[in-house]
């Protein structure tokens, strides 16, 4: 197997007033927490979202790991619905410190440069901002950070900056080149 070169960023918020909210996007799109933990809905979402840019950690996850980590105190998924169709979500997770990660965020590639990424990145952030208020137990959050890298979506960086989130931390790391493993094999041309 080839290795590449793989670069992320981490990028980080350190005030609810570094959230550079994106307008709206025109039409019927709405962006609903998916409140019943469902491993189903969130393996979809994810090999969905995913698929074309190789998110393929969460590949291997038994039907109970997905349960377990739903399940836990603070983890949240915000889905962004465009006309009653599931166009993209964002998953936060609180961490020690009053720290909260938006752990994945992304769109299906058929809802993609239609300004849904901005208007979900912002809600989503702003939920991260507010986690305590919905989790009796935890801190008020201090921090929201995320990282992105090379493989991701060609205006996942610019997003991330448009929406106020500066960055604090780069790496390279060779990772091995693996397929787009897409929500179901051939979902993607070649």
Request: hydrophobic fraction near 35%; charge should be negative; include cysteine.
């Amino acid at each position: 197997m080839t290795n590449i070169p793989v670069t992320t960023w981490s990028l980080e918020q350190t005030a609810p007033t570094d959230l550079l909210p994106a307008a709206a996007p025109e039409g019927d799109v709405r962006i609903v927490r998916a409140e019943v933990p469902s491993p189903e809905f969130s393996r979809f979402l994810y090999a969905s979202v995913g698929g074309d840019i190789h998110w393929t950690d969460r590949l291997g996850w038994t039907y109970a790991r997905w349960q377990e980590h739903l399940e836990r105190p603070g983890v949240e998924t915000w889905v962004a619905y465009d006309r009653g169709t599931p166009a993209g979500y964002v998953e936060l997770e609180p961490q020690d410190d009053a720290v909260v990660e938006i752990v994945y965020f992304g769109l299906i590639p058929a809802f993609r440069g239609r300004r849904i990424g901005g208007h979900l990145l912002s809600y989503g952030t702003a939920r991260a901002w507010d986690l305590a208020d919905r989790w009796p137990g935890l801190a008020p959050t201090k921090r929201v950070w995320l990282h992105t890298c090379s493989k991701d979506g060609e205006h996942a960086m610019d997003n991330y900056l448009r929406r106020g989130f500066t960055l604090f931390d780069t790496k390279v790391e060779e990772e091995p080149e693996v397929g787009a493993p897409g929500p179901w094999p051939g979902a993607y041309p070649a």
